[in-house]
C-alpha cells in the first residue's frame, strides 16, 4: 500500500538541464517511478540518449531542445503541453569566483540562469498545472534544485551562494501562493555530486580534499540519491511535504 504512493503512473513530468548530469538521472528515475516526460536541454544529442534510456521502462518522452534563459522559447514549449504535474527545475551553473574577482559578466550569467530562468519557468509550470481542472484533487509537484550552498557560505562560490539562497526563499514564497491549490514546492540540496559540471572542479586535489573533510559520511554523493530523493518529493509519498529542503549532504550542514 505505501510503494503504491511513489507510483507516478499517468503523471507527467518536465526537467530542464536533462541532457546530463543531475538533470538526466532525474528525467530517468521519474520514468522508472512510471511517469512520462518533457525533456529540455541545450543539447539535442544528449537528448536523443536520454530519451532513448527512458523508453524502455515505456514511458513517454518529448524532446526539446532549448537554452533556458530564451524567455520566449521556453514559454511557448511549456504552454503546447497538454498537462504537467511535476517539474524539476533543475538547469543551473556555476563559475567559481572569489568574491573580490567576480567578474560583472560572469555574476549577471549566473543570476539569469539559476535565478531568472528557474523563476519564469517555475511561474510557466505553475500557471500551466492550475489550468487542470482537477488539480486540487491529484495535486502537483514542484522540486527547485539547489545546494547545500543555499543554507551555508562556502568558498569562491559567493554568486552561486546568492543564487542559492534566493531560491530556498523563492521556494517558500511559492509553496504558500501554491497550497490552495494543492502544488507542492521543496528544493533538493546536494553537497558536492560527481557530475559533468563539479568534475572539472575536482580534479584540484586540495579542493577535493577540503570538499570531503566538510561531509561526515566521508563520501561525495552518487546521482542516483539525488534521483531518488527528487521522486520521493515528487510523488505522493510526500503530500504533506511543501515549502521546505530536503538535504542529500552526507551531514555537511549538520556542523
Known amino acids: 500500500m505505501f510503494l503504491k504512493k511513489y507510483n507516478l503512473k499517468n503523471k507527467t513530468a518536465l526537467v530542464t538541464g536533462a541532457g546530463k548530469g543531475l538533470g538526466k538521472a532525474c528525467a ?5 517511478a512510471g511517469a512520462n516526460l518533457i525533456i529540455i536541454s541545450r543539447t539535442k544529442k544528449d537528448l536523443n540518449n536520454v530519451s532513448k534510456i527512458i523508453k524502455k521502462y515505456k514511458s513517454k518522452c518529448k524532446v526539446y531542445t532549448c537554452d533556458v534563459t530564451n524567455y520566449d522559447e521556453i514559454k511557448s514549449i511549456i504552454n503546447r503541453q497538454p498537462k504537467i ?4 527545475n533543475n538547469a543551473g551553473n556555476n563559475i567559481p569566483e572569489h568574491f ?15 535565478t531568472v530562468a528557474t523563476f519564469n519557468i517555475a511561474q510557466l509550470c505553475a500557471l500551466k498545472m492550475i489550468k487542470t481542472k482537477n488539480r486540487k484533487k491529484i495535486g502537483g509537484s514542484i522540486v527547485n534544485m539547489s545546494s547545500q550552498m543555499g543554507h ?6 559567493s554568486v552561486y551562494n546568492m543564487n542559492k539562497f534566493g531560491l530556498e526563499g523563492l521556494t517558500k514564497g511559492m509553496a504558500i501562493d501554491l497550497a490552495k491549490y494543492n502544488i507542492r514546492v521543496n528544493t533538493v540540496c546536494p553537497t558536492f555530486v560527481v557530475t559533468p559540471m563539479t568534475s572539472k572542479f575536482l580534479k584540484n586535489k586540495k579542493f577535493k580534499k577540503d570538499m570531503l573533510d ?3 559520511l566521508g563520501r561525495f554523493a552518487e546521482m542516483s540519491e539525488i534521483a531518488s530523493s527528487v521522486v520521493f518529493l515528487a510523488s505522493d509519498a510526500a503530500s504533506m511535504i511543501t515549502g521546505t529542503s530536503l538535504l542529500v549532504d552526507g551531514g555537511w550542514t549538520a556542523k
Open 85 to 88: 504535474d511535476i517539474l524539476i
Open 100 to 114: 573580490t574577482k567576480v567578474k560583472t559578466k560572469n555574476m549577471e550569467y549566473l543570476v539569469k540562469i539559476n
Open 152 to 157: 551555508v557560505g562556502g568558498p569562491i562560490r
Open 214 to 216: 566538510n561531509i561526515p
Open 28 to 32: 530517468i528515475a521519474l520514468a522508472e
